[in-house]
């Protein structure tokens, strides 16, 4: 069992950054996929950014050039640095563990809300 755990998010306006950090527990955090994913009310959640155990990235469009995913896996953490915020950035934002093999386990996080608004 991985345990997640998010912080960071809060209130903050148009413009403003956040930073995201998300712990995820066990001895092979270096091999997990980890994910930022979002939700809105009344909408589906949806992935914002990725990064492999390579380092890869991945991002969706609408925050490209915006945030930034990064890891440190002597700590176990993974961080959503989040620049130029937009009040379409509000939403409940989930942290994904995607454990190697067959089959992966996904494991998430209890959520923390960003709201961005004037």
């Known amino acids: 069992q991985v345990q997640v755990v998010e912080s960071g998010g809060g209130l903050v306006q148009p413009g403003g950054s956040l930073r995201l950090s998300c712990t995820a527990s066990g001895n092979n955090f270096n091999t997990y996929l980890m994910g930022w994913y979002r939700q809105a009310p009344g909408k589906q959640r949806d992935l914002v950014a990725r990064i492999f155990r390579s380092g890869v990235t991945n991002y969706a469009d609408s925050v490209k050039g915006r945030f930034t995913i990064s890891r440190d896996n002597a700590k176990n953490t993974v961080f959503l640095q989040m620049n130029s915020l937009k009040p379409e950035d509000t939403a409940v934002y989930y942290c994904?563990?995607?454990?190697?093999?067959?089959?992966?386990?996904?494991?998430w996080g209890q959520g923390t809300q960003v709201t961005v608004s004037s």
């Open positions: 994904n563990a995607r454990t190697v093999g067959v089959p992966s386990i996904d494991y």
